[in-house]
């Protein structure tokens, strides 16, 4: 890679469509999806990269029929029991961003389990975005920031760095490159600011056909490409 890539995002998408192709459930590529999940992240790591973030499940996807929702809700369950000790041994972190009070209490001990098995690996910090939106999470920053201006613990001037601290990407660098699968070209209120600056890389491959080798290669396009943020450097 000719620039070092820290932070990769990746909206995952097309698992319904991939398995309409095949006269399948919509639950079907959602199935497939959570072993591309392990596959990736497995790569991810391997080739260093510091933080990978995976829109999982958006603050929209609750407008799905609620046998779908009901059927997104109970993969972290499938796939942290599948995949849990691999990511261990693999010495990967698990966090999350977005909102978790709105899932089901065995959803939420699914994940908090697997953010405290985790908490202290050195390894890549596999993030899922679930219950995330980019503009439910400015919202929630300007609101925290009001407050601490109403608090007298900031006065009501602040840069673009400060207001950062008030994100839920706060912990982690930068978002280098963010990945779009299955041909669409849109953000659909992914990280809004974060990828203000972002390379934005896309597939015509669904999330569950992509595999491990033409993930490093979109790694590999997102990285030669120059980054001037604004500039003529
Ligand atoms: C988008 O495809 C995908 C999702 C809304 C769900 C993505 C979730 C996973 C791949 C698994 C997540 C795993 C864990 C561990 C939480 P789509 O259904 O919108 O596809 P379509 O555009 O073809 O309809």
């Not at 998408?13 to 596959?39: I, L, M, P, S, Y």
């Not at 009070?101 to 953010?115: D, G, H, Y």
Request: charged fraction near 25%; aromatic fraction near 10%.
């Amino acid at each position: 890679m000719n620039q070092t890539l820290r932070h990769v995002a990746i909206i995952m998408d097309g698992n319904g469509r991939w398995a309409k192709k095949q006269q399948q459930a919509r639950t079907f590529g959602h199935f497939h999806g959570v072993d591309k999940v392990r596959e990736i992240a497995i790569a991810a790591n391997e080739v260093g990269l510091e933080v990978l973030t995976l829109y999982a499940f958006s603050t929209e996807n609750w407008k799905r029929p609620i046998e779908e929702v009901n059927y997104l809700m109970q993969l972290p369950a499938v796939f942290f029991s599948k995949f849990l000790s691999e990511l261990m041994e693999k010495n990967i972190r698990i966090q999350t961003i977005g909102d978790l009070a709105p899932f089901p209490e065995a959803t939420k001990t699914v994940l908090v389990n697997a953010i405290s098995s985790t908490a202290a690996n050195t390894g890549m910090t596999l993030v899922f975005a679930m219950n995330y939106g980019g503009r439910d999470e400015l919202v929630r920053a300007a609101k925290a920031y009001a407050e601490d201006v109403r608090d007298g613990k900031r006065t009501n001037s602040i840069t673009e760095v400060e207001f950062e601290h008030y994100l839920m990407t706060r912990d982690y660098p930068p978002v280098d490159l963010c990945i779009r699968t299955s041909g669409e070209q849109r953000l659909s209120n992914f990280l809004l600011w974060q990828l203000a600056y972002a390379e934005l890389v896309f597939t015509p491959l669904a999330w569950p056909e992509l595999t491990a080798k033409e993930f490093v290669e979109l790694l590999n396009e997102g990285s030669r490409r120059e980054r001037r943020f604004g500039g003529l450097v």
